[in-house]
Each structure stands twice: as structure tokens, then as C-alpha cells.
């Protein structure tokens, strides 16, 4: 981040708290940057209940007020995916993106974004805080020598083929250098476990399931435009990686000399799911959701006692190690940044008054 980008956030009412992307020693080759950064602007002027949040130092309160910033890198090319992403968000949020497939997206604040061809550019987005990547959780789980509880890949599965299908029912994609043409239906174009995220999200009175979040429309596309190799087995890869935290298999073939532990349902939809997924040039998920759907849901639904304990601790320890949760020395050095530009309106509003 540049050295003058944290003031000029500050001008726009964000005080910069983590930088989330990319992370040290990691994502070398990033072009991007990602911050969370708290919005005080508003809260300040309007409702005296943040400031005693902020006081009181009530981090689960004030992360109400949490954003994502991203910020791009400094050439046009750099930007032009940016400019696409706010383009698509800005043609269908409005109207074209029922309730249910909200919870599945980060809303984008277009009022506070600042996508332009000169000068800093960057998109502000809501977040769901505390949160991780699905990238995140597959690294813990494999690091552990355990495998993910198939109620959690049954849940994130589920939530997964139904988004797709709300993306591909609901959304338009814009035709380039043609704004009254638009592409029937929306495919993610880069949809793999990092543009998934997951956070914390009660669904009844025994387990905890995470809410799940498709980010980074920057290659969406229509459908029917998607170049063969883009005819995809995302769905497929991403499955494979949560199969694959396991000791045993996914599929029929046995791993390491292991003998598989999955039922005979869960290896037939994964076997399903495979060889359906490539044979099929753009696949259609409605179909393969109809036909696994009460199996997975069962699945998710009738939750061993031991997995319960096991889904609980996977998630806060793979979110403790994602490096995503935000310190108390950065709440603090954030709670001193806002009080310091608290100072600062107070003291030009009296400067105002005396004038």
C-alpha cells in the first residue's frame, strides 16, 4: 500500500486496520492488494452508540463496521478487472439478486469505490468478519491428518451447486463496449477454493455450519461464452481438495493403501459427479443437485455426535490459522486512528462554530 493510500481512505471515512492480501511469503505473484478497514465516517456524525462500542472496546460491535478494500494494482492492466467486477455487481445487485443469493455474495458499496483510469483505484465490499478461505480450511485439515467431517463437504457442497444455479438463473453479464446487450446467465470463470469464503453461521441449536461466499467476478462471463477449457470441473476440483484432506479416498480408488471410509451414497455421487462433469461441455447443476440433493441434505442434517465437537474445533482453528482474524494490537493502533480523527472533526467543528 502506498504511502499516501491510507490518508486518502481516511478522506473517505476508512481507517485501514489488516492487510489480508497477500500475505507475507505468500501470493508472490499478486497484482491486487486487500485490506480490512473500519468505516467510521457516518457512525461518527450519526449514531453515538458506535463511539461507546469503540470505547468500550466491544470488537464483536465495531466489526459491524468492518469493509474490504480492494485495491489495485497500478497499471491499466491491473485495473481492467476491476473496472469488469464493479460493472457486473452494478448490473445485477439491485434488481436482479434475490435475498437468498445475497447471503451467498459480498455487497459491493459502489458510492464508496473509486474505480477510475488515473489515480488509486479500488472497490469497496462488505465482510463477513470473522471469515476464512475454503483454501484455508483444506490447508488446516490436511496439516492435522484428519479428514473434514462429511456432514461440513456435504454442507459446503450443497451451498455451493445451489449459489451456481442462483447465479446462472438471476444474473446478466454486460457486453463489452455495448450497454444495452447483455449475456444470459453468469458463470464465475475462476471459481476455485481461495474465491470461496466461509464464516461462522448458527443453523440450529447443535452445530455450527459456515456461511458460504463466492468472491472475484473479475472473469465472470455468460455462460454460453466460456472457452473449453473453462467448460468447467470446478465444482469437481474444488471437491477433490475437500475429499482429498482425508486419509482415505474420494473416489473408489484407494489412497496410500487405506481402505476407503465413505458410504456407498457418498462414493456413488462422487463418482456421479465426476465422470458426469466431464463428459458434459458446459455442465447444468440443477440436475445433478435434484439427484443428490436429499442424500446430501441427510447427510448434513444427521450429524454424529463426535463430528459435531470435530466441526467446531476444525473451523476456529483453521480460522486462528488463516491468518484472517484481526489482532488486539491492530484493534487498538485502529481505536487510536479513529479517535485521533474523532479529535480532528471536533476540532474543526468548533473551529466552525467560532467562525
Known amino acids: 500500500m502506498s504511502d499516501t493510500l491510507p490518508n486518502l481512505l481516511q478522506t473517505r471515512g476508512y481507517i485501514v486496520v489488516k492487510k489480508i492480501f497477500p500475505r507475507p511469503g505468500k501470493d508472490l505473484n499478486a497484482k491486487n492488494a486487500v485490506y480490512l478497514a473500519l468505516r467510521y465516517q457516518g457512525s461518527l456524525n450519526g449514531d453515538p452508540n458506535t463511539l461507546l462500542y469503540l470505547e468500550n472496546k466491544q470488537y464483536s460491535d465495531i466489526a459491524k ?16 478487472p476491476m473496472f469488469k467486477e464493479l460493472n457486473i455487481y452494478t448490473h445485477n445487485w439491485k434488481n436482479r439478486t434475490p435475498t437468498a443469493l445475497r447471503e451467498h455474495l459480498l455487497e459491493v458499496y459502489t458510492e464508496d469505490s473509486n474505480v477510475k483510469n488515473k489515480g488509486q483505484c479500488w472497490m469497496v465490499m462488505d465482510t463477513p468478519y470473522p471469515s476464512m478461505s ?6 488446516y485439515a490436511k496439516s492435522t491428518h484428519e479428514p473434514i467431517p ?6 459446503i457442497v450443497l451451498e455451493l451447486i445451489q ?17 444495452q446487450a447483455e449475456h444470459r446467465g453468469c458463470a464465475h470463470g475462476d471459481l476455485h477454493y481461495k474465491n470461496i469464503l466461509l464464516s461462522a453461521s448458527q443453523r440450529d441449536n447443535s452445530v455450527v455450519f459456515p456461511s458460504l461466499r463466492i468472491i472475484d467476478f473479475a472473469r465472470a462471463t455468460g455462460k454460453s461464452n466460456l472457452k473449453r477449457k473453462e467448460r468447467t470441473d470446478a465444482l469437481t476440483r474444488i471437491l477433490e481438495k475437500l475429499m482429498g484432506s482425508n486419509t482415505a479416498c474420494g473416489t473408489r480408488k484407494h489412497v496410500g493403501g487405506k481402505e476407503c471410509k465413505h458410504s456407498e451414497e457418498w462414493i456413488a455421487f462422487w463418482d456421479d459427479l465426476y465422470t458426469w462433469n466431464r463428459q458434459v461441455d458446459v455442465p447444468e447443476w440443477r440436475p445433478m443437485l435434484a439427484k443428490h440433493k ?10 454424529p455426535t463426535q463430528d459435531e465437537e470435530k466441526i467446531r474445533g476444525l473451523l476456529t482453528q483453521a480460522l486462528e490459522r488463516s491468518g484472517m482474524l484481526i489482532s488486539d494490537e491492530k484493534w487498538e493502533a485502529a481505536l487510536v486512528e479513529v479517535g485521533r ?3 480532528g472533526i471536533a476540532g474543526r467543528a468548533a473551529e466552525a462554530l467560532a467562525g
Not at 475454503?134 to 490447508?139: A, G, K, M, P
Not at 462429511?150 to 454442507?155: G, K, N, S
Request: glycine content about 2%; aromatic content about 2%; hydrophobic content about 45%.
Open 134 to 139: 475454503l483454501s484455508d480450511l483444506v490447508t
Open 163 to 179: 449459489t451456481l444455479i442462483d447465479l446462472d438463473t438471476n444474473w446478466r453479464v454486460p457486453v463489452p463496449q455495448n450497454e
Open 294 to 303: 436429499d442424500m446430501l441434505e441427510k447427510v448434513r442434517n444427521n450429524v
Open 150 to 155: 462429511e456432514p461440513l463437504i456435504a454442507h
Open 341 to 343: 480523527v474523532a479529535e
Open 65 to 80: 463496521h468492518l469493509r474490504v478494500i480492494k485495491v489495485a494494482g497500478p497499471t491499466l492492466n491491473d485495473r481492467a
